[in-house]
């Protein structure tokens, strides 16, 4: 299973948000490339990367951070926030993400996301199904849907997605563990790579996406606080 520690960017800083509430915000560090670099270090090789601020203007607007940690280090990044337009996706692929991210306008606008899929194909798109009550929620999470989580994720498998990044909101950020029934509901109905976020509090969280069938796990608020430690992590990748 994948190791994948999180960079969310607000300012060009460093945070993390408490269920995705923008009031939340705590800044753990000014330089996102600092911490890019110590994941780095302890030979971690994925990073999924966050624009918050593109998340909320619908565009994207942190790629120069993106720019910059695609060039100084050799992290595999996925990299999601803002992406609506394809000149967005354009930008970040060229920005040197090796993924994008397909969160709100997978919901708005599905013709544009299987648009990419055919362009960029299914290993460059990543599905963002990011659920409250196991509702999709859009747009920085700040607006809810009707639509089911799982029949959403099989829905899109069947039109060629083949990883899907799925947080549950209420999970996020709390330290509380992660939502495995959810996830193993997930895995019954739809054939994706699952990468769980959300939740993940200690090493026996990510024991526990392994025992579901988790392809990868993402990890943010965990290391940010010192639950666990980036050495543990290198014990894994």
Same mark, same amino acid.
């Given at each position: 299973? @994948?190791?994948?520690?999180?960079?969310?960017?607000?300012? /060009?800083?460093?945070? @993390?948000?408490? #269920?995705?509430?923008?009031?939340?915000?705590?800044?753990?560090?000014?330089?996102?490339?600092?911490?890019?670099?110590?994941?780095?270090?302890?030979?971690?090789?994925?990073?999924?990367?966050?624009?918050?601020? /593109?998340?909320?203007? #619908?565009?994207?607007?942190?790629?120069?951070?993106?720019?910059?940690?695609?060039?100084?280090?050799?992290?595999?990044? $996925?990299?999601?926030?803002?992406?609506?337009?394809?000149? $967005?996706?354009?930008?970040?692929?060229?920005?040197?993400?090796?993924?994008?991210?397909?969160?709100?306008?997978?919901?708005? @606008?599905?013709?544009?996301?299987?648009?990419?899929?055919k362009k960029?194909?299914?290993?460059?798109?990543?599905?963002?199904?990011?659920? #409250?009550?196991r509702k999709?929620?859009?747009?920085?999470?700040?607006?809810?849907?009707?639509?089911?989580?799982?029949?959403?994720?099989?829905?899109?498998?069947?039109?060629?997605?083949?990883?899907?990044?799925?947080?549950?909101?209420?999970?996020?950020?709390?330290?509380?563990? =992660?939502?495995?029934?959810?996830?193993?509901?997930?895995?019954?109905?739809?054939?994706?790579?699952?990468?769980?976020? /959300?939740? =993940?509090?200690?090493?026996?969280?990510?024991?526990?996406?392994?025992?579901?069938?988790?392809?990868?796990?993402?990890?943010?608020?965990?290391?940010?606080? /010192?639950?666990?430690?980036?050495?543990?992590?290198?014990? @894994?990748?």
């Open positions: 299973m @994948r190791i994948i520690p999180a960079i969310d960017i607000i300012d /060009g800083k460093c945070v @993390r948000l408490t #269920k995705g509430d923008y009031r939340t915000k705590k800044v753990y560090n000014e330089d996102p490339l600092e911490v890019a670099k110590a994941f780095e270090a302890f030979g971690i090789n994925y990073l999924h990367l966050v624009d918050l601020d /593109g998340a909320k203007a #619908k565009q994207i607007m942190n790629y120069k951070v993106l720019e910059k940690i695609a060039a100084r280090t050799r992290l595999n990044i $996925d990299f999601g926030g803002g992406l609506k337009r394809d000149e $967005d996706v354009k930008i970040a692929f060229n920005s040197g993400a090796n993924q994008i991210t397909a969160g709100s306008i997978a919901a708005t @606008r599905p013709e544009m996301v299987t648009s990419w899929l960029y194909g299914a290993e460059k798109v990543i599905l963002g199904a990011d659920a #409250k009550n999709i929620a859009t747009h920085g999470w700040e607006n809810h849907t009707e639509l089911d989580v799982i029949s959403y994720i099989k829905d899109y498998s069947e039109k060629g997605i083949r990883y899907v990044i799925c947080t549950d909101i209420d999970k996020d950020g709390m330290l509380a563990g =992660v939502s495995a029934e959810l996830y193993k509901e997930i895995l019954a109905e739809a054939n994706v790579n699952l990468i769980a976020s /959300g939740g =993940v509090s200690q090493l026996s969280d990510l024991d526990d996406c392994e025992a579901i069938g988790c392809e990868a796990v993402i990890i943010g608020k965990a290391i940010y606080e /010192g639950n666990i430690s980036l050495k543990q992590l290198s014990q @894994r990748c």
